[in-house]
């Protein structure tokens, strides 16, 4: 594990009509992760997002399926006593999962399954700040080819 990383299985409740999870409660978080904004992505089989990380920034990953993805994750928090550690997850259908990632930590996924995947997000800023006006809080790995963080 990486020092700071949270994460919590997702319960199904599951009933003749379908299924409920409860993606969060504030009374099961701290105040800095409360979210002023979500958001949904669809990720094709075969396709990665990332790897970057936020300066600020908390995202707040919740992965239920339909699919599974590889999320993996590098400590590149300097302080950290996990710096440079690496994580590997199989989030998703199988293993309905929230996953909070703190600022610092360098983040990727890339869908495993066979299936279009979604994933929700709820980090704990907006989006290039109110009235998307601030720069985007992003250092992105993924556009670096002597980066050395890969998820393949």
Do not use: C
């Amino acid at each position: 594990m990486i020092e700071g990383v949270i994460v919590k299985k997702v319960e199904r409740f599951e009933d003749e009509r379908g299924w409920l999870s409860e993606l969060f409660r504030h009374d099961m978080m701290e105040e800095k992760l409360y979210p002023p904004m979500a958001y949904i992505s669809y990720t094709h089989p075969g396709v990665a997002r990332g790897p970057h990380e936020h300066v600020d920034q908390w995202d707040h990953f919740v992965f239920l399926g339909p699919s599974t993805f590889k999320l993996v994750l590098w400590d590149n928090r300097q302080e950290s006593p996990t710096y440079r550690e690496k994580m590997e997850l199989l989030v998703g259908e199988d293993n309905p999962s929230a996953v909070f990632i703190p600022p610092g930590v360098v983040h990727g996924y890339k869908n495993v399954g066979e299936v279009m995947g979604m994933v929700l997000n709820f980090p704990n800023r907006l989006y290039r700040g109110w009235g998307k006006k601030d720069p985007v809080d992003e250092i992105r790995h993924e556009d670096d080819p002597n980066s050395p963080f890969k998820l393949d």
